[in-house]
Nanobody
């Protein structure tokens, strides 16, 4: 079993930047891909970005393309997400996730989830 704990959410002004962190513990050897999804009220969970264990393979969602950077510190069992040029539509609960595939873009590919961290974008 894998436990994921997110941090770094909060209130950010439009145009600002935010860095989210996720720390993994437990059965780390079962993890390959780690990534981020987000969900706004009344909307489906949306893929943001994912990264392989080695950090070589990355995938980024179309809605955040060119504005996000995902990185991973495997020795620390951590994954990070930086979002630049934040827009009001980026406001959501951001979930860290992990799974056995190399890179994952759909929620069903992830087997472990964090509790989420909220991001608010407002002047």
């Amino acid at each position: 079993q894998v436990q994921l704990v997110e941090s770094g959410g909060g209130l950010v002004q439009p145009g600002g930047s935010l860095r989210l962190s996720c720390a993994a513990s437990g059965n780390i050897s079962s993890i390959n891909a780690m990534g981020w999804f987000r969900q706004a009220p009344g909307r489906e969970r949306e893929f943001v970005a994912s990264i392989s264990r080695s950090g070589v393979f990355k995938s980024v969602g179309d809605s955040v393309k060119d504005r996000v950077t995902i990185s991973r510190d495997s020795p620390k069992n951590a994954v990070y997400l930086r979002i630049d040029s934040l827009k009001p539509e980026d406001a959501a609960t951001y979930y860290c996730a992990a799974g056995p595939n190399t890179v994952a873009r759909v929620p069903g590919s992830m087997t472990s989830w964090g509790q989420g961290t909220q991001v608010f974008v407002s002047p």
